[in-house]
């Protein structure tokens, strides 16, 4: 039986990588008890990560299991209300909820962003250099890499520029561990967001824009979303929308401050190379770091001698699977080639944004902010430097996102 698992404890969200190495070892799935009293079933090979996200035995309605039990309370019928997201039902619902949200999504209009995203990102890098230049060190995670994909979602969405900030601090809370944060804090940020989302939905209702949930709204009327759905539906895009890409960054960002020829070489290398950047650090620091919860609805063979009973908790983990070494040599090291387009044999796809049915829908719009962002900020800021121990940074707890809280910054100077 492997060691409890506790996904709040510093250590471990500083680096899982050798606890799922460890399972993965054991076989497909490892039974794992919980630090909260429970159990849950990990996949951490990248094998049967992608069969399992592919099965449909594998109910993606959460499981009752999972977590501890929840007494009924006003914050508690906030969480069940806006979890009735797509991510959290199976087909035929899924695809009707799912199918609602398409559209915003094309590539034809995530790629007519980019000029915005461009404008953005010099915005933002421009004021990064004056904090620099003033105060000498910065966040480049609240400077940087919170309030782009942020904006760039919040403008898809509807959502309110002055409201980003109270936004990011109830999604933090909700996506931590409650043993992470003081008593209390999670239901607070549940019932917030709640009553947030109901505010911001009749404002859409009295006044419409030219924004998804404005579309949504008035989709109600041809037999679209019903309010519990729009309710879900908005935590989900807002939360999806700006978490993934935003660690994205932040992780991309300190592994190329970390590997200087890495970095000098994404520089010299042109789109190709900071795309491939991009992919490794999807696979080498996924910033999804597990799935949404599922359970087997029949029991199931993974094979290796491991059968899953019905009814159980399993967790896909993604970034375990993206370190698998039957699949990526060196798994451990950072090293974009691997991605590179050439004549050479290709890494595997990585698993960062999912696999089958409920694969990202923002896939496209978070690779676009990145391939805008990541060489205009090394490219307006060449001699920007760490200005902390990498290996102190403190790691956003839990098992469902991940990515360093804090990078500080500062300009070498000659």
């Known amino acids: 039986m492997p ?15 050798p606890y799922y190495a460890r399972l993965r070892a054991q076989g497909p799935a490892a039974r794992v008890p919980l630090a909260n009293g429970t159990h ?75 000029p915005r995203v461009e404008r953005l990102t010099d915005t933002l890098l421009a004021r990064l250099r004056t904090r620099l230049d003033r105060e000498g060190t910065a966040d480049l995670v609240d400077a ?17 520029e002055a409201d980003r900030d109270a936004l990011r601090e109830w999604t933090y809370r909700v996506g931590s561990p409650a043993d992470a944060l003081a008593p209390g804090a999670v239901d607070e940020a549940w019932t917030s967001l709640y009553t947030y989302f109901r505010e911001l939905i009749a404002d859409k209702r009295r ?53 200087p020829g890495e970095r000098a070489a994404a520089c010299a290398g042109g789109p190709a190379r900071w795309a491939a950047v991009t992919e490794e650090t999807l696979r080498h620091a996924s910033p999804l770091e597990g799935t949404t919860w599922r359970r087997t609805t029949e029991a199931v063979d993974l ?27 060196e798994p451990d090291a950072f090293r974009p080639d691997r991605y590179l387009p050439g004549d050479g044999v290709r890494a595997a796809a ?3 944004f999912g696999h089958g049915p409920h694969f990202c829908l923002g896939a496209r719009l978070a690779r676009l902010e990145a391939a805008v962002a990541l060489p205009r900020l090394f490219t307006a800021l060449p001699s920007l430097t760490l200005a902390a121990d990498p290996r102190e940074l403190p790691y956003r707890p839990g098992l469902l996102v991940r990515g360093p809280r804090r990078v500080p910054v500062r300009l070498a100077r000659p």
């Open 3 to 17: 060691a409890p698992l506790d996904p709040a404890h510093a250590d471990f969200a500083r680096d899982p990588y």
């Open 207 to 259: 006044a419409p824009g030219d924004d998804l949930f404005s579309t949504l709204v008035a989709g109600e009327r041809d037999g679209g979303l019903d309010d519990g759905e729009l309710l879900a539906m908005a935590f989900l895009l807002l939360f999806a929308g700006y978490e993934t890409t935003m660690n994205l960054l932040a992780s991309a960002s300190l592994l190329l401050l970390t590997h």
């Open 144 to 160: 940087f890499a919170f309030p782009l994909p942020v904006l760039v979602i919040g403008e898809v969405l509807g959502v309110p």
């Open 350 to 352: 990585h698993l960062g």
């Open 40 to 114: 849950a079933w990990l996949v951490t090979g990248y094998g049967p990560a992608r069969a399992v996200l592919g099965d449909p035995r594998f109910s993606n309605v959460p499981p009752r299991r999972a977590g501890r039990p929840r007494a009924d309370s006003p914050a508690e019928r906030a969480r069940s209300c806006l979890a009735r997201h797509m991510l959290n039902s199976d087909a035929p619902g899924h695809l009707r909820l799912r199918r609602l949200t398409t559209a915003a999504f094309t590539p034809r209009r995530v790629d007519a962003l980019r």
């Open 303 to 329: 094979g290796g001698g491991v059968v899953i009973p019905a009814g159980e908790p399993v967790l896909v983990v993604l970034a375990a699977a993206g370190r698998d070494p039957e699949h990526f040599p």
